[in-house]
């Protein structure tokens, strides 16, 4: 049997949000590697195996991928999201350049997906209708002193966030760290969006003044979503109102 890899993204949460060459590259696995809570999302059945590592793991969890498939298997790597957007992808590759030279001939391939970013921008709106970034807020893999310089460019240069990772049990400090900063470089009325479980029964959407944005709005289940100067608001009686991001900036 010839092995294949494929990395997947599974989406934010919601099935109608799996594409439909990921469903397939699942039905036709042999295993499935991954992160818990994501390996729980595939459904079992005979023939399939699944397994499921912890966090911070991503290096042994790619070399035992590789592995699976160096020995013919047709594995399947999943992410949540998009498997390119801080997540699976890199590593296996990361592992895959430091492993031994026989793996770069294996089959590897990437499916995308409908990473968190979109599916909360899409739920309130379009404010990542004009130019954007987005940042991992953890420090687990790069300083912090990176993610604040970062985060004034950013809003220097007036560029919508998309922040990842926001704020964790670990270092909740991190994200009060965050709104400072913004505080500090961004007028009280800036748009900021708190985008929790999204495509999932527990989805929550709450957009305020980044005066009135607090660490608590978020957790690791939140995007946050930081407007530009130019994100407005469009209040609608009775239904939530829409963020966007107008397409151009006049000369
Ligand atoms: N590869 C993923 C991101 C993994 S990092 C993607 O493309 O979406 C994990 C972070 O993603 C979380 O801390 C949170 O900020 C965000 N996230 C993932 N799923 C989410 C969801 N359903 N709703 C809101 N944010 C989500």
């Known amino acids: 049997m010839t092995g294949r890899l494929t990395i997947a993204g599974l989406g934010p949460g919601g099935e109608g949000l799996v594409t439909p060459e990921v469903t397939a ?28 590592s912890d966090n911070r793991v991503e290096i042994d969890r790619s070399n035992h991928a590789l592995t ?19 997540a699976m992808a890199s590593a296996v590759f990361e592992a895959l350049e430091d492993g031994p030279e026989t793996w770069r001939d294996l089959e590897i391939n990437v499916l995308p997906g409908v990473s968190a970013m979109f599916a909360a921008a899409a739920r309130a ?25 970062r985060l004034r460019l950013a809003v220097e240069a007036d560029f919508a966030c998309a922040f990842y990772n926001p704020r964790s049990k670990a270092r909740p400090e991190g994200f009060l760290r965050v709104l400072e900063v913004l505080a500090q470089s ?66």
């Open 25 to 52: 590259a699942l039905a036709d696995a042999t295993d499935v590697v991954g992160y818990i809570p994501y390996v729980s999302r595939v459904a079992d059945r005979v023939g399939l195996t699944k397994h499921a």
């Open 125 to 149: 709106g379009a404010p990542l209708g004009h130019d954007f970034c987005a940042i991992n807020l953890s420090d687990n893999l790069k300083p912090w002193t990176l993610i604040e310089k």
């Open 68 to 86: 699976l498939t160096a020995e013919g298997r047709r594995v399947v790597v999943v992410s949540s999201g998009d498997p390119g957007v801080f």
């Open 186 to 251: 961004c007028e009280p009325e800036r748009l900021i969006t708190f985008a929790r479980a999204v495509s999932t029964s527990e989805e929550v959407l709450t957009t305020v003044p980044l005066i009135e944005a607090k660490p608590e709005m978020a957790d690791m289940r939140t995007l946050v979503i930081l407007g530009s100067s130019r994100t407005r608001l469009i209040e609608r009686a009775g239904q939530q109102p829409i963020v966007y991001t107008p397409r151009s900036v006049p000369e």
